[in-house]
């Protein structure tokens, strides 16, 4: 599937979204630039965010100076911002991909409220998603982890994310899109480019459609999710009793539930619980209390008593 793919479904779109305002993450490389560029031909409501993060030296500014004169030249409102990501990741004791992240999506969001944009638009591609697949894979990731990037989310739209690199760069060329080459995603100092660059193409050397293939273990994945989130719903519905200000679990009935700590990690996530504190409470006294940063939780005689924290 070529990218007129995605155009296609952008367009099959526009009548849903021909009302909504968008802001669009622009870094200046090829997938954003093919992301706004088929934006603009759509005629959609957009603007333009740009993060210099400083990293690159001239570089960087080179591209700063790129997505700005791109926006001038088609009269797109354009949001950029500096940050020192050298310094703010060593302050919170971050790596600089976790810290670059944090200072784009904390300043999105800000954007996002401040000029009541409908969705943010960013530029994620099948390989990206697949790239985040392994990563979490190599990490012991559950389910939740193997889905990599989800395609749309309360304020996000990823419109290209079932488009793999390939086809974009495709796209880009035989549209003349011009674009910024970003040399960082040359190094292997990052396991996402180490990925990218060794891992994915040694896969291909075996399989020509190897992506492809992995697009269908998410997918399966994906359905999988579905069908462990309608049963871990019908599971709360016969063990939590909801009273006015807590939640009640009966521990026996709860311990008959297979795998056990799958279970225990599923339904007590949502409240900050670790699983293997939760099981350990099992055997412990009544009275006994476990505190995550927003519930608390007590045992008292056979049951859990989780509450919210004041």
């Given at each position: 599937v070529r990218l007129v793919g995605s155009e296609m479904c952008i367009r099959d779109r526009?009548?849903?979204?021909?009302?909504?305002?968008?802001l669009?993450?622009?870094?200046?490389?090829?997938?954003?630039?093919?992301?706004?560029n088929l934006f603009l031909k759509n005629n959609l409501s957009f603007s333009i965010a740009h993060c210099n993060f400083k990293l690159r030296s001239k570089e960087s500014d080179i591209d700063h100076d790129f997505v700005k004169k791109w926006s001038l030249k088609h009269k797109i409102n354009c949001y950029s911002n500096e940050f020192d990501?050298?310094?703010?990741?060593?302050?919170?004791?971050?790596?600089?991909?976790?810290?670059?992240?944090?200072?784009?999506?904390?300043?999105?969001?800000?954007?996002?409220s401040k000029f009541n944009f409908d969705y943010l638009v960013t530029a994620h591609h099948?390989?990206?998603?697949?790239?985040?697949?392994?990563?979490?894979?190599?990490?012991g990731s559950g389910i939740n982890g193997?889905?990599?990037?989800a395609s749309s989310s309360k304020k996000i739209f990823?419109?290209?994310?079932?488009?793999l690199k390939i086809d974009i760069l495709d796209y880009a060329q035989q549209n003349s899109i011009e674009f910024r080459e970003d040399s960082s995603n040359s190094s292997e100092d990052y396991q996402r480019n180490m990925?990218?660059?060794?891992?994915?193409?040694?896969?291909k050397e075996f399989d020509d459609n190897v992506m492809l293939k992995f697009k269908t273990t998410i997918n399966n994945l994906q359905s999988t999710k579905i069908f462990v989130d309608e049963i871990m719903e019908e599971t709360k519905n016969q063990l939590f009793l909801n009273n006015s200000n807590s939640i009640k679990v009966n521990i026996e009935k709860l311990m008959e539930k297979k795998p056990l700590e799958f279970y225990v990690h599923n339904l007590f996530h949502e409240f900050g619980f670790n699983y293997k504190e939760v099981?350990?409470?099992?055997?412990?006294?009544?009275?006994?209390?476990?505190?995550?940063?927003?519930?608390s939780m007590t045992k008292l005689k056979g049951d859990l008593i989780i509450k919210k924290n004041d």
């Open positions: 526009v009548k849903a979204f021909e009302k909504c305002n968008f669009i993450a622009v870094s200046g490389g090829v997938d954003s630039m093919v992301l706004a990501t050298v310094e703010f990741c060593k302050k919170n004791k971050m790596g600089i991909q976790e810290g670059a992240r944090k200072l784009r999506y904390d300043w999105f969001n800000g954007l996002l099948l390989d990206d998603q697949i790239e985040t697949y392994l990563i979490n894979s190599s990490r193997l889905l990599g990037i990823r419109p290209l994310l079932n488009i990925i990218r660059n060794s891992v994915l193409p040694a896969f099981i350990k409470i099992f055997n412990s006294d009544s009275g006994k209390l476990i505190l995550s940063n927003t519930h």
